[in-house]
């Protein structure tokens, strides 16, 4: 499962879009730090900061340096102290609340026509993945904009990639190879996955380039603005008016005060999974599942030659465990080596549950977080190395992901759509994933004019290869109210498969690190299982329980139906006898959309 920071793409400072930090050279200061165990509520954390040892690292790295951190946009997002504990209170707002009142309104619908047609095709709300998308769209010679609350910038932290997945830009005219190759900041090898109890898998070339964001935005907005394309930066969205003739769009100038309308035929919004659009279309609806991660930058780890894409070094958190804050929680960890420096490593540690109510705040995450990590980096204290950024983030998942359009005109993409897999962070690899497919479609749309709300649907269509994902996030977990626990299914059942997935090699188990989910290689890994545990099979049953498995059976139906659809259309070569025999604009539309369906939603555009 793609666990790492190629989700790093942050629209938003509480949520955190994992990046491998990219530190600075900070002294350390301050007493020495020990981590001793710290029991609380889990519901009342934000109040009980004071006098933690999470209160202490953050006033130890305030303490050594404030240079490089604050607030700027970017992956990764704030990291002070108060973005911290707002951060554990919107989470204990997710998890109580049960009044909602009125939904935002910042789209509205209107039957009125614009004056004139709009000057550009389309507008991005959100630029720190918009921009790879809004070039890619120029560059097809679309006129664009990209509209961003704060500046277009990337922060100084790597976005971990594989070499191909990178390429996947060039290949859009995106970036140059050679602006491409210049983002680059590491390379590393062997890439390890391990769970307690069982053997280490070793693969290679995932996830193992640490990119710049920095120099990689720069790049492509300076090819965005040569392109012709229009930034409009400090700009946050207030209302969307939908038009039967285009959208228009205001958005205010906060450091001037002023107030500036856009109009174009389509809005793409990329501004993650709080979308104000998102809000409104979701309002009153909890996720089904979340992800939430800590973690910290250091310097120091003198051994730092590898990356852990996914490991575990304890048995999971039972309803009687000894810190009560994370109980009925199974803790997974991961580490990429920065490029700023040979013993620079960025750590995080993350789980998966549901958003109940008496689920761990984020002081009990990551309190945890601080008497653990040594033990898992293999340090003797905290001491030993130098905290250069203590990193956060909660990203919720919901089932009916791809979000589908709620109005004519306005389509959402990346985080905002929930078209990542419920194992990863979102982010910047499964937008490269998309990318070819986005700008075609979109594309297709414009000069089709397929922007109504129905016709957009097939862009962000049913995919099952996604849907396939939540019984492996079910499994992960653990009931929140579960009583008892086998504290060391997780581990058991994740060696076993991942023991089986690398037995087999590289095409079965590549794509499952990378979060694509295909038929055949799942296929080969379930009768595998059944067949060298046959006594384990009825354990996953009754753990997973019937409505998940219910669920996964269907969905993995119309996986198998969907692997069949792509290959026998590229066999007869369906997409040419599109092209040049349905002359219909709307049935070219959707049946071009249909063949994208099938591949991306079988997995079979991933080659790893």
Same mark, same amino acid.
């Not at 009125?102 to 991005?124: E, H, R």
């Not at 051994?303 to 997974?332: K, L, V």
């Given at each position: 499962?793609?666990?790492?920071?190629?989700?790093?793409?942050?629209?938003?400072?509480?949520?955190?879009?994992?990046?491998?930090?990219?530190?600075?050279?900070?002294?350390?200061?301050?007493?020495?730090?020990?981590?001793?165990?710290?029991?609380?509520?889990?519901?009342?954390?934000?109040?009980?900061?004071?006098?933690?040892?999470?209160?202490?690292?953050?006033?130890?790295?305030?303490?050594?340096?404030?240079?490089?951190?604050?607030?700027?946009?970017?992956?990764?997002?704030?990291?002070?102290?108060?973005?911290?504990?707002?951060?554990?209170?919107?989470?204990?707002?997710?998890?109580?609340?049960?009044?909602?009142?009125?939904?935002?309104?910042?789209?509205?619908?209107?039957?009125?026509?614009?004056? !004139?047609?709009?000057?550009?095709?389309?507008?991005?709300?959100?630029?720190?993945?918009?921009?790879?998308?809004?070039?890619?769209?120029?560059?097809?010679?679309?006129?664009?904009?990209?509209?961003?609350?704060?500046?277009?910038?990337?922060?100084?932290?790597? @976005?971990?990639?594989?070499?191909?997945?990178?390429?996947?830009?060039?290949?859009?005219?995106?970036?140059?190879?050679?602006? !491409?190759?210049?983002?680059?900041?590491?390379?590393?090898?062997?890439?390890?996955?391990?769970?307690?109890?069982?053997?280490?898998?070793?693969?290679?070339?995932?996830?193992?380039?640490?990119?710049?964001?920095?120099?990689?935005?720069?790049?492509?907005?300076?090819?965005?603005?040569?392109?012709?394309?229009?930034?409009?930066?400090?700009?946050?969205?207030?209302?969307?008016?939908?038009?039967?003739?285009?959208?228009?769009?205001?958005?205010?100038?906060?450091?001037?005060?002023?107030?500036?309308?856009?109009?174009?035929?389509?809005?793409?919004?990329?501004?993650?999974?709080?979308?104000?659009?998102?809000?409104?279309?979701?309002?009153?609806?909890?996720?089904?599942?979340?992800?939430?991660?800590?973690?910290?930058?250091?310097?120091?780890?003198?051994?730092?030659?590898?990356?852990?894409?996914?490991?575990?070094?304890?048995?999971?958190?039972?309803?009687?465990?000894?810190?009560?804050?994370?109980?009925?929680?199974?803790?997974? @960890?991961?580490?990429?080596?920065?490029?700023?420096?040979?013993?620079?490593?960025?750590?995080?540690?993350?789980?998966?549950?549901?958003?109940?109510?008496?689920?761990?705040?984020?002081?009990?995450?990551?309190?945890?977080? @601080?008497?653990?990590?040594?033990?898992?980096?293999?340090?003797?204290?905290?001491?030993?190395?130098?905290?250069?950024?203590?990193?956060?983030?909660?990203?919720?998942?919901?089932?009916?992901?791809?979000?589908?359009?709620?109005?004519?005109?306005?389509?959402?993409?990346?985080?905002?759509?929930?078209?990542?897999?419920?194992?990863?962070?979102?982010?910047?690899?499964?937008?490269?994933?998309?990318?070819?497919?986005?700008?075609?479609?979109?594309?297709?749309?414009?000069?089709?004019?397929?922007?109504?709300?129905?016709?957009?649907?097939?862009?962000?269509?049913?995919?099952?290869?996604?849907?396939?994902?939540?019984?492996?996030?079910?499994?992960?977990?653990?009931?929140?109210?579960?009583?008892?626990?086998?504290?060391?299914?997780?581990?058991?059942?994740?060696?076993?498969?991942?023991?089986?997935?690398?037995?087999?090699?590289?095409?079965?188990?590549?794509?499952?690190?990378?979060?694509?989910?295909?038929?055949?290689?799942?296929?080969?890994?379930?009768?595998?299982?059944?067949?060298?545990?046959?006594?384990?099979?009825?354990?996953?049953?009754?753990?997973?329980?019937?409505?998940?498995?219910?669920?996964?059976?269907?969905?993995?139906?119309?996986?198998?139906?969907?692997?069949?659809?792509?290959?026998?259309?590229?066999?007869?070569?369906?997409?040419?006898?599109?092209?040049?025999?349905?002359?219909?604009?709307?049935?070219?539309?959707?049946?071009?959309?249909?063949?994208?369906?099938?591949?991306?939603?079988?997995?079979?555009?991933?080659?790893?």
């Amino acid at each position: 499962m793609e666990l790492a920071s190629r989700r790093g793409m942050g629209q938003r400072s509480q949520f955190l879009r994992r990046g491998t930090t990219t530190p600075t050279t900070r002294r350390s200061v301050g007493k020495k730090i020990v981590a001793s165990a710290h029991i609380n509520s889990g519901r009342n954390a934000v109040d009980q900061i004071a006098g933690t040892l999470t209160e202490k690292m953050f006033e130890r790295m305030d303490a050594a340096s404030s240079a490089d951190r604050g607030t700027s946009g970017g992956a990764g997002g704030a990291t002070t102290l108060q973005s911290f504990q707002r951060l554990d209170a919107a989470w204990s707002d997710l998890r109580n609340r049960t009044v909602y009142g009125l939904p935002p309104k910042t789209v509205k619908v209107t039957k009125d026509a614009l004056p !004139a047609v709009p000057g550009l095709d389309v507008i991005v709300g959100g630029g720190t993945l918009g921009v790879f998308l809004a070039m890619a769209l120029q560059a097809r010679g679309l006129r664009t904009a990209i509209i961003e609350r704060g500046a277009l910038r990337g922060r100084d932290q790597d @976005w971990n990639i594989s070499r191909e997945e990178l390429y996947a830009l060039v290949d859009a005219g995106v970036v140059s190879k050679e602006q !491409a190759d210049d983002s680059i900041t590491i390379e590393f090898n062997p890439i390890k996955a391990g769970f307690h109890g069982s053997e280490d898998i070793v693969t290679r070339d995932v996830l193992n380039l640490g990119v710049s964001p920095k120099t990689l935005i720069d790049h492509v907005r300076e090819n965005y603005e040569n392109a012709g394309g229009l930034v409009v930066e400090s700009a946050a969205l207030e209302k969307i008016w939908v038009h039967p003739n285009g959208v228009q769009a205001r958005v205010r100038n906060q450091s001037q005060e002023k107030t500036l309308a856009l109009a174009s035929k389509l809005f793409i919004d990329c501004m993650g999974n709080q979308s104000p659009i998102v809000r409104q279309v979701r309002h009153g609806q909890k996720p089904d599942g979340v992800c939430l991660v800590v973690g910290s930058c250091g310097r120091g780890f003198t051994d730092n030659s590898h990356g852990d894409i996914i490991r575990t070094i304890s048995p999971s958190e039972s309803a009687d465990t000894e810190h009560t804050g994370c109980r009925n929680t199974q803790m997974f @960890w991961e580490a990429f080596p920065a490029g700023s420096g040979p013993t620079d490593r960025t750590t995080y540690m993350f789980s998966y549950m549901d958003a109940e109510a008496d689920r761990p705040s984020f002081l009990d995450m990551m309190e945890h977080y @601080w008497r653990e990590m040594p033990k898992y980096q293999g340090i003797s204290t905290l001491d030993d190395i130098q905290v250069q950024r203590i990193l956060f983030g909660l990203f919720p998942t919901y089932r009916d992901s791809p979000l589908q359009p709620s109005f004519d005109r306005i389509l959402a993409i990346g985080d905002a759509s929930g078209i990542q897999s419920p194992l990863s962070f979102g982010g910047f690899a499964a937008l490269t994933r998309h990318l070819g497919r986005l700008t075609n479609a979109i594309e297709d749309a414009i000069r089709y004019e397929c922007l109504d709300k129905w016709s957009l649907r097939y862009i962000n269509a049913y995919n099952p290869s996604l849907s396939v994902a939540w019984m492996f996030q079910k499994a992960m977990s653990i009931p929140a109210g579960a009583s008892s626990y086998n504290v060391n299914f997780i581990n058991r059942l994740l060696g076993m498969n991942f023991k089986i997935m690398d037995q087999k090699g590289d095409a079965v188990l590549k794509p499952f690190l990378q979060d694509v989910i295909q038929a055949r290689p799942l296929t080969e890994t379930l009768l595998s299982q059944m067949k060298s545990s046959p006594l384990f099979v009825p354990v996953i049953m009754q753990t997973v329980g019937l409505p998940a498995l219910t669920d996964f059976i269907t969905h993995y139906i119309a996986l198998v139906l969907y692997t069949w659809l792509s290959s026998t259309a590229t066999k007869k070569n369906i997409k040419e006898a599109i092209e040049a025999r349905v002359t219909d604009p709307k049935q070219r539309f959707i049946a071009l959309r249909a063949l994208e369906r099938w591949t991306f939603g079988s997995g079979l555009d991933s080659h790893s």
